[in-house]
């Protein structure tokens, strides 16, 4: 009979190499306790991280994550095998999850630990051939392993881009330009799928284009490679608000936080005016320029500014993004 199997890590961040360990427990052990341990030192939060383990595992009813909150000083974490920190471990472990029948590891201690629990040890993958990454290595350079970074985990990494600027200014083009060329998934801007044109706008449709341009960023950041580009942001939202109606826009939290961008680039109005039934006039567009790039610095939202022809706008945005990005990261964004 198949015994009960416990596998335990950080799994910050969760990648293939550990979900290729769970997998092998699974064909040695009938159940498997994955115990993430997590202590206050750590950039993740073990909240997240249960979510990737839950998210990558949840329709196995074989897996149970167990979210251990551990203090360093009563249980020591070390990148040297040692028989005494296991020997620690091994008793912690003795005493909350009894049962255990196998440990499966990919390193040194496992022994050590299986040793003082009495059990059977199932080394896994020690020299990391099958999958030649370390967690520590993906959070060094994410971009640069991005391939072992386990699906959940992906969308942390994600870098999010907003395209913004006045109306007539090449945002939707441009938007989608960049996705294509850098491969990846975009968002559009959302107000045309609540209204037809800007001057039939009336307040409470600020708020459901907020809603909807939100919930659509969190839909497409798991489609992202590396880079999530998005038309506009809940930032020009508020600033139509004030310039429309002279009126305050208050959206949830989540929408804030959902509209945090590691890059704001905006779009000057050096272009040229194309009215296509759907938009303000053009001093009307200059105008509002103005206030979303007022409500921008209200916010303490950094942002470069984009300008020239439509082809100057896409080399400049292009460039800025690979500069930007490609200073932490060693591997080209496509």
């Known amino acids: 009979m198949k015994k009960k199997g416990l596998v335990l890590g950080k799994f910050m961040p969760l990648h293939t190499g550990h ?102 040890h199932r080394c896994f993958d020690q020299e990391r051939k099958l999958v030649p990454v370390s967690a520590s290595a993906i959070l060094g350079d994410p971009f640069l392993h991005w391939s072992y970074i386990a699906a959940a985990a992906k969308p942390w990494f994600v870098k999010k881009i907003c395209i913004s600027g006045s109306e007539s200014t090449g945002k939707s083009t441009l938007t989608e330009r960049l996705a294509h060329y850098f491969e990846t998934a975009f968002v559009p801007e959302m107000a045309r799928e609540v209204i037809e044109t800007t001057e039939e706008v009336v307040f409470d449709d600020l708020l459901k284009i907020a809603t909807l341009h939100a919930a659509t960023i969190d839909e497409r950041l798991p489609l992202a490679n590396k880079i999530l580009i998005c038309d506009t942001d809940v930032n020009i939202t508020k600033s139509y608000s004030k310039y429309l109606f002279n009126r305050p826009l208050i959206v949830p939290e989540w929408i804030d936080a959902a509209n945090q961008f590691d890059l704001h680039l905006f779009l000057d109005t050096d272009c040229p005016y194309v009215q296509d039934g759907t938009r303000l006039s053009e001093a009307e567009r200059n105008a509002l320029s103005g206030y979303h790039e007022e409500q921008l610095r209200e916010n303490g939202v950094a942002y470069v500014k984009i300008g020239g022809s439509w082809e100057e706008r896409f080399e400049q945005a292009k460039a800025v993004i690979k500069e930007t990005f490609l200073k932490e990261h060693s591997r080209s964004l496509i």
């Open 19 to 120: 979900v290729a360990m769970i997998e092998f427990a699974l064909q040695h052990c009938e159940t498997v306790v994955v115990m993430l341990c997590v202590s206050d030192k750590e950039a993740i939060s073990g909240d997240l991280r249960k979510s990737w383990l839950d998210t990558t595992f949840g329709n196995n009813d074989r897996v149970e994550v167990a979210l251990v909150e551990y203090d360093e000083a009563v249980l020591p974490n070390s990148s040297v095998s040692s028989r005494e920190i296991s020997a620690l471990w091994a008793a912690y472990i003795g005493e909350h999850f009894p049962g255990i029948g196998i440990f499966v590891s990919s390193e040194p201690y496992g022994d050590y630990v299986a040793e003082y629990l009495g059990i059977e």
